[in-house]
T-cell receptor, first 112, second 114 residues
C-alpha cells in the first residue's frame, strides 16, 4: 500500500479554515513537506517541517506534526478561492533524504 | 533564479515516434529528479541524478525510457518508441544536498501520444 495517505477531496467555504490531513509510515523521515499544485502547473513547495518539531507557522499556514501517530496536517486560515488546488503531503524516504514519497493529493475546493 | 525550466510545455506525437523532454535545473542544485504524473498512478519518481550521475532508475518503466544528464545544467528524458500509455505530465525537479532537501519543480511537459 501507499506509504503516504491523504483523503482525496475537501470543500470549505471562503473565509473558513481548511485542515488537510496526511498519515505516513516511515518513522525515520527527517523532513515532511506540503506542496500545492494549481491546474496546469507544477508542484509548488508551500512549507516543510523537521521531524523534531511539532508545529510550524507561516502566515496563514500552520503545520502540525504528531510523530507518535505519524500524522501531519496543514491548516489554512481564512481560506480564499485562490487556495483551491491539489495539496500533496510528502516525506523523505527511508535511507535517503533526497527521495520524497508523495501522497495522492487532496483536492481542496473553496466555495464562495 | 528562473526556477526549473522544462521544454517543451506540450508535446503531441504519434505512437512509435521518439520523444525527448528537456530540463534545466536551478543553478547550483546538485540533485535532479524526473517524475511522471497520471490520474491513475499519481506522481511517480522515474529516476534521479546526483552530480550528473544516475543514482536510482528503478522507477523507469521499461527500456523504452532513458535519461541522461551530460552536465550540471541540462538533462533529457527520452522515450523511444513512444506508446499511448506514455501520455502523462512529466515533471523535472531539483534540490540541494544541504538543508531540508526540498525539491523545486518545473512546470511540466504534457505529453500526448496518439
Amino acid at each position: 500500500g501507499e506509504d503516504v495517505e491523504q483523503s482525496l477531496f475537501l470543500s470549505v467555504r471562503e473565509g473558513d479554515s481548511s485542515v488537510i490531513n496526511c498519515t505516513y509510515t516511515d518513522s525515520s523521515s527527517t523532513y515532511l513537506y506540503w506542496y500545492k499544485q494549481e491546474p496546469g502547473a507544477g508542484l509548488q513547495l508551500l512549507t516543510y517541517i523537521f521531524s523534531n518539531m511539532d508545529m510550524k507557522q507561516d502566515q496563514r499556514l500552520t503545520v502540525l506534526l504528531n510523530k507518535k501517530d505519524k500524522h501531519l496536517s496543514l491548516r489554512i486560515a481564512d481560506t480564499q478561492t485562490g487556495d483551491s488546488a491539489i495539496y500533496f503531503c510528502a516525506e523523505s524516504m527511508r535511507g535517503s533524504a533526497r527521495q520524497l514519497t508523495f501522497g495522492s493529493g487532496t483536492q481542496l475546493t473553496v466555495l464562495p | 533564479d528562473a526556477g526549473v525550466i522544462q521544454s517543451p510545455r506540450h508535446e503531441v506525437t504519434e505512437m512509435g515516434q521518439e520523444v525527448t523532454l528537456r530540463c534545466k535545473p536551478i543553478s547550483g542544485h546538485d540533485y535532479l529528479f524526473w517524475y511522471r504524473q497520471t490520474m491513475m498512478r499519481g506522481l511517480e519518481l522515474l529516476i534521479y541524478f546526483n552530480n550528473n550521475v544516475p543514482i536510482d532508475d528503478s522507477g523507469m518503466p521499461e527500456d523504452r525510457f532513458s535519461a541522461k544528464m551530460p552536465n550540471a545544467s541540462f538533462s533529457t528524458l527520452k522515450i523511444q518508441p513512444s506508446e499511448p500509455r506514455d501520455s502523462a505530465v512529466y515533471f523535472c525537479a531539483s534540490s540541494l544536498s544541504q538543508g531540508a532537501h526540498e525539491q523545486y519543480f518545473g512546470p511540466g511537459t504534457r505529453l500526448t501520444v496518439t
